[in-house]
């Protein structure tokens, strides 16, 4: 099983100030905001900030990954969250468990040392 982040609209916004400057904060929360808005788009703190992590400070990134999220958001969450896993996934049954585990472990530590950078 891989681990999930929780995640809140306080971690969306202070990623935001991290990563853009202040005079784009505005269109960076314009452009997730865009993000959540139809019923089958799950999830918006976890994807929003996947989104985030994706577009690295780039407001033409940010755009993209959003773009992306909304047709299909799990495209974003296994690029940002589980970029290593995501590389072997369909091979991944066939890695030892220790291997896997490995894997796994290393994902979850990245994501969380980006976010809580």
């Known amino acids: 099983m891989q681990p999930i982040p929780t995640v809140t609209p306080v971690d969306v916004e202070r990623v935001i100030r991290r990563d853009f400057p202040t005079d784009q904060f505005a269109d960076a929360l314009n452009i997730l905001d865009e993000y959540g808005k139809q019923q089958w788009e799950r999830g918006s703190d976890r994807v ?14 940010l755009r993209y990954h959003t773009e ?24 991944i049954d066939k890695l030892p468990e220790e291997e896997r585990q490995k894997i796994i472990d290393a994902d979850w530590q990245q994501y969380q040392e980006w976010l809580t950078r």
Do not use: C, H, N, T
């Open 48 to 61: 929003q900030l996947a989104i985030l992590k994706l577009a690295a400070g780039s407001l033409e990134r």
């Open 68 to 91: 992306s999220a909304k047709s299909d958001y799990r495209d974003v969450l296994l690029s940002a969250e589980y970029p290593a896993y995501g590389k072997k996934m369909f091979r």
